[in-house]
């Protein structure tokens, strides 16, 4: 697949002056809810509907979907309010009857996308069709998977295509749910610059007080748009509700979001660099997000220091460390001296803790 204007027709069809929205609730629970949340989304910014009909769960015990019947009352919110419809299909049936249901957009799940096996079911169940599908990266951070799905529906002459950005999970407690790693998408973007661009801000974040913050980051690296999990009453949603915000959350926060799309020398330059500048940012969080637990794995070794009354300093190790580093640096093009000045700052900063660890 190479990079191709057509990738984009279905949004640009679509003739948004704001990013796209897609919003609705993580599940379909009833059809009240889901007619509810569509009508108050009805004079929103939000072109598409989603929820859940099929819901893959980690774990088992937990709301695993309405099942088939939710699909009737997609349509009728569709029916009544003209906002279109989505939802997660995972194997050829859900397709089959997605399709009997007039579900205009579907997704292929971060647990689907990881499997090229039922991802090939699923993209011979579309083949040729003019739907649009959007594929969310897999739950493992590989951008190659990621790719090898959107390759395999385009290969079945599946043409309207896009991608949701939903995070990547990892074994770790983080800020996220999961793990933005926005370097990826980024890659991707440079690849596929006409490749739709989707942030799911609610599975990266797993609660609702960040994904504003996503937002704006993904804006500012010029994303297509979004989709937001959004329910009439988050708190009492069957699945995620820790992230979920309602209707009129969704309609301020596309109010207040710093939208860029101007034209001209001069806009083009702010723009370019203030997606540099986002870059930037997100590179520099990964690094303090780095000393952070560089400092916890120092108290550690303080504790055994102090455990078995070896000094702090141990002279020779620091050396070979710094040894290391120079020659690793010259690899990326940094000077000796910053990897000296870095290096000894962050040394230092270890013995700080290490004599607190100590002392106490
Ligand atoms: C969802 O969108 O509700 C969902 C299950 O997402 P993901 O596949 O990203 O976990
Ligand atoms: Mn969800």
């Not at 509907?49 to 349509?75: D, S, Y």
């Not at 569709?78 to 957009?105: P, Q, R, S």
């Not at 309602?246 to 979001?257: G, N, R």
């Amino acid at each position: 697949m190479e990079n191709k204007k057509e990738l984009r027709n279905w949004l640009d069809a679509f003739g948004l002056d704001h990013p796209l929205v897609i919003a609705g609730p993580c599940s379909a629970e009833t059809e009240d809810q889901v007619l509810n949340i569509a009508h108050q989304l009805k004079d929103s910014d939000a072109t598409v509907l989603r929820a859940g009909i099929w819901k893959p769960r980690t774990r088992p015990g937990n709301f695993e979907g309405v099942g088939a019947l939710g699909l009737k009352w997609l349509q009728r919110a569709k029916e009544e309010t003209g906002m279109l419809t989505t939802t997660e299909v995972a194997n050829a049936n859900h397709v089959d009857l997605a399709l009997k249901h007039d579900i205009d957009i579907l997704w292929i799940g971060a647990r689907t996308t990881v499997s090229p096996f039922i991802v090939q079911e699923i993209a011979d169940a579309l083949k040729g069709t003019d739907k649009t599908v959007l594929i969310k990266n897999p739950v493992n951070p590989d951008l190659a998977l990621w790719l090898g799905a959107v390759e395999r529906f385009y290969t079945a002459d599946v043409k309207n295509l896009g991608v949701i950005h939903r995070g990547f999970s990892t074994y770790e407690k983080t800020r996220y749910r999961n793990n933005p790693e926005w370097q990826i998408p980024i890659d991707l973007q440079q690849r596929f610059p006409d490749l739709p661009l989707i942030l799911d801000p609610s599975h990266i974040a797993g609660r609702r007080d960040i994904i504003f913050d996503l937002c704006q980051t993904a804006l500012d690296l010029n994303y297509d748009g979004f989709m937001v999990e959004t329910h009439h009453t988050p708190d009492e949603a069957w699945s995620d509700a820790a992230q979920q915000i309602t209707p009129d959350a969704l309609k301020q926060m596309t109010v207040d979001l710093r939208i860029r799309k101007e034209e001209g020398q001069e806009a083009e330059f702010r723009n370019k660099i203030n997606t540099l500048r986002s870059k930037i940012d997100i590179i520099d969080h990964q690094i303090i997000e780095h000393l952070g637990k560089r400092m916890r794995v120092a108290d550690d070794i303080g504790h055994l220091k102090k455990e078995n009354n070896v000094a702090i300093l141990q002279t020779k190790r620091w050396n070979e460390i710094l040894g290391k580093m120079i020659l690793m640096g010259e690899e990326q093009h940094l000077s000796e001296e910053f990897i000296l000045k870095v290096f000894k700052g962050i040394h230092q900063e270890s013995i700080n803790h290490q004599k607190k660890v100590i002392n106490n």
